[in-house]
């Protein structure tokens, strides 16, 4: 398994403002992933960080709103640029050693915008 | 395009009335099913790995098995602890993606 570090827990952002979320694992890992989870539903996937590569993003999510970093293969970052209280919500963040074996998660970054 | 749903939404019980959650999938080709419990505030934690129809797995008082269209999480002598929101989710041999279903909400009563 995997231990993996998010900060900010959580945050109050003023809108308009962006926010940087930062992902730290305790040993290298291919995959890393990046989730949002609105208040009381599941968790949709915003895009797939590989290090070496560019982020690849779902559909619905675009890259100057939430501009992620790889730089190596134990550290990621999530922006969330120009807020709206419609960005509120819980970010966590995900690895994969395969695309066989299961993925870990953060314990979240929990964030109102207001 | 992968679809994941978890019936029931909630599911109330006594400590120890044995139960089962189930996670329905549709797939164009299956590499994995992953259950994950999540508390409260925090990420979901993993559970099982399934990955071929007719597998099952054991943790403590949980066992999930597998089908071709379907997974069941047996929960037996369930207790307070156990109380949490399930989430199944679904990774198809063509992509990285887990696709999440929408989760159970489990409560165990004393």
């Known amino acids: 398994s995997a231990v993996i570090s998010q900060k900010p827990s959580r945050d109050i952002c003023q809108r308009g403002t962006s926010l940087t979320i930062q992902c730290q694992v305790d040993?290298?890992?291919?995959?890393m992933f990046w989730y949002r989870q609105q208040p009381g539903q599941s968790l949709t996937l915003i895009a797939t960080?590989?290090?070496?590569?560019?982020?690849?993003?779902e559909s619905g999510f675009v890259i100057d709103k939430f501009p992620i970093s790889r730089p190596n293969l134990t550290f990621s970052t999530l922006t969330v640029s120009n807020m709206s209280p419609e960005d509120s919500s819980i970010y966590l963040c995900?690895?994969?050693?395969?695309?066989?074996?299961?993925?870990?998660f953060g314990q979240g970054t929990r964030l109102t915008v207001v | 395009e992968d679809q994941v749903t978890q019936s029931p939404e909630a599911l109330r019980l006594q400590e120890g009335e044995s139960s089962s959650l189930n996670c329905s999938y549709t797939?164009?080709?299956?590499?994995?099913l992953f259950w994950y419990r999540q508390d409260p505030g925090k990420g979901p934690e993993f559970l099982f790995t399934l990955y071929s129809a007719g597998e099952e797995k054991e943790k403590e008082r949980l066992k999930a098995t597998l089908t071709k269209k379907e997974s069941f999480l047996h929960i037996t002598a369930p207790k307070p602890e156990d109380s949490a929101t399930y989430l199944c989710a679904v990774r198809e041999t063509s992509g990285s993606r887990l696709t999440f279903g929408e989760g159970t909400q489990l409560t165990v009563n004393p």
């Open positions: 995900s690895v994969s050693q395969t695309l066989n074996t299961e993925a870990f």
């Open positions: 040993s290298q890992v291919t995959m």
């Open positions: 797939v164009s080709g299956l590499r994995g």
């Open positions: 960080a590989n290090q070496g590569s560019e982020a690849t993003y």
